[in-house]
């Protein structure tokens, strides 16, 4: 996991350890957006939405509508505009809820067994339907024909030998049935059609049980939301006269189609972040193939020689350094020597993320003043906080009980106390140990939701199983969780 930081924009970093320093002093691609739209809208933007691909960027870009100190104070005040996430326009757009995963997966086990007559375990399934619901995801933001795509393959000859199988494709159907052989192909064979004959009803039939509960997997929300405003069941917030939609780079089916209809209204202004260098008309790199894409289909508002920062001049500054430790501590020094007047614009890149604390430890006080606020973007795993640690050993002490029920109070009841006996202010002299309290602090109200979503599904009776099935898809799911911040 590539975990990126701001400094303030922190991050870590590999046992080589390199720093980059680029001088640049090009506005910033949120300025140049704010900009435009005072320049279209005044100080009232009151019917005007700003939509992101996601909610952090809202936080940031409501500084840079703020008018300058030479501002009149007829230019100081300033109707702000809605900020929707792509995920909140959405919303608006149908009445379903999107579902939790581990439900969604609880479902389509019952389902699978019942379509197919298979014994198989959640526990064993649990993985595959990780897999299968990332593929429904996929179909329906791509907006596919599902019938068509889940057909049935009984016709189709190819199946009628698997000959041309080489050692390469065994090896990738071995991760799909573990003990798949060409000696036993036949078998396979006739398991994989049964499997693939059952998609469509497995979809068709999850996708209903959901519905009738207001609920659906995340694409399938994002299909649905699209029909029903293409079909005039819904129609876009209300109060709204403009759409400016900032910052997108690859763009899903169900993405198009909303912004298509935005467009074909009138309402729609769009500001793509990229460079020239990657994304210019006569380039052809793999970097900018979605941004050319999207400059064809929606063309930018914003000119394009404001995009040419890779060509301007850089100072680029190398540092090596032998271990983590040492890197982080080159970090620090780093920082002292290069940080800007507005840290904002100071960026720590890390590609581990076990570094993050250990270099947040080691900030010089120059970023721990109470004027200067570490921000990192990105979120950082559980697996690795103390919580976790905590966790595991709570779980191991529960292994032999029969009361799952009982079993999952304990763990949420043991994460609760933790939480009672370890708090402390958030905020302190110390920046590091202040961190450190917020990121446990995070960790354990992440697993104590975690705890509480398995709580939910055993007492409904979706979750049927003893509690070794239950620790270990416990830790399918916590092993992957991440720490907000």
């Known amino acids: 996991m590539k975990v990126e930081c701001t400094l303030p924009y922190a991050c870590p970093i590999s046992s ?10 090009s506005p910033s691609f949120l300025s140049l957006v704010a900009a435009d739209l005072r320049r279209r809208f005044g100080t009232d933007m009151s019917r005007v939405a700003v939509v992101f691909p996601g909610k952090r960027a809202a936080l940031f870009f409501g500084e840079h509508l703020l ?12 109707r702000a505009p809605r900020y929707f996430s792509i995920d909140d326009l959405y919303h608006t757009l149908t009445p379903l809820t999107e579902a939790d995963p581990i439900e969604v997966i609880c479902r389509m086990h019952r389902l699978y067994t019942e379509l197919t007559g298979s014994t198989e375990t959640l526990d064993a399934f649990y993985g595959w339907g ?20 889940f057909r049935n393959l009984a016709d189709i000859k190819q199946l009628d030998t698997l000959d041309h199988i080489d050692e390469e494709r065994e090896r990738v159907l071995q991760s799909f049935f573990h003990d798949f052989s060409l000696e036993r192909n036949n078998e396979i064979r006739q398991r994989f059609l ?4 059952a998609l469509f009803p497995l979809y068709t039939r999850l996708a209903a049980t959901l519905a009738e509960n207001h609920l659906a997997w995340n694409g399938h929300l994002k299909r ?12 876009l917030p209300q109060g709204i006269d403009h759409y400016a939609i900032v ?12 912004f298509d209809h935005i467009d074909r209204s009138g309402q729609a202004i769009f500001y793509w972040d990229y460079d020239q260098w990657y994304a210019g008309p006569k380039t052809t790199g793999e970097a900018g193939l979605f ?56 960026a720590v890149v890390l590609c581990d993320e076990r570094m993050l604390l250990p270099l947040l430890h080691v900030l010089p006080a120059e970023v721990n003043q109470a004027n200067i606020t570490t921000n990192i973007t990105r979120g950082y795993p559980l697996l690795h906080t103390r919580t976790y640690a905590r966790l595991m050993r709570q779980l191991d002490s529960e292994e032999r009980t029969t009361d799952i029920i009982a079993a999952l109070d304990h763990l949420t009841e043991y994460i ?8 402390a202010p958030l905020v302190g002299s110390d920046g590091p140990v202040a961190t450190d309290d917020i990121l446990e602090s995070e960790a354990r109200f992440v697993a104590f939701t975690t705890l509480n979503r398995f709580s939910r599904l055993v007492r409904s009776g979706l979750l049927n199983v003893d509690f070794a099935t239950l620790r270990r898809l416990l830790l399918q799911v916590v092993r992957q969780a991440s720490v907000p911040f």
């Not at 008018?67 to 009149?72: G, K, R, T």
């Open 194 to 197: 049964e499997l693939w004959n």
């Open 247 to 258: 910052g997108f780079n690859a763009l899903d089916a169900t993405d198009r189609a909303i």
């Open 130 to 149: 990780e897999r299968l619901l990332s593929d429904f995801n996929e179909t329906d933001r791509a907006m596919a024909p599902v019938e068509r795509l």
């Open 224 to 235: 649905d939301a699209v029909q029903r405003l293409n079909s005039g069941q819904v129609s």
């Open 16 to 25: 080589f350890f390199s720093l980059h320093h680029i001088s640049m002093k």
């Open 291 to 346: 941004i050319r894409q999207n400059l064809q289909r929606y063309p930018n508002a914003l000119p394009p020689d404001v995009f040419r920062n890779f060509n301007a001049k850089k100072e680029v500054e190398i540092v090596a350094a032998a271990g983590n430790g040492l890197g982080t501590r080159s970090a620090a020094q780093w920082l002292r020597q290069q940080l800007t007047p507005d840290a904002r614009q100071t």
């Open 67 to 78: 008018p300058q100190n030479d501002a009149s104070p007829a230019e100081a005040a300033v």
């Open 416 to 423: 609760s106390s933790d939480a009672r006996e370890q708090s």
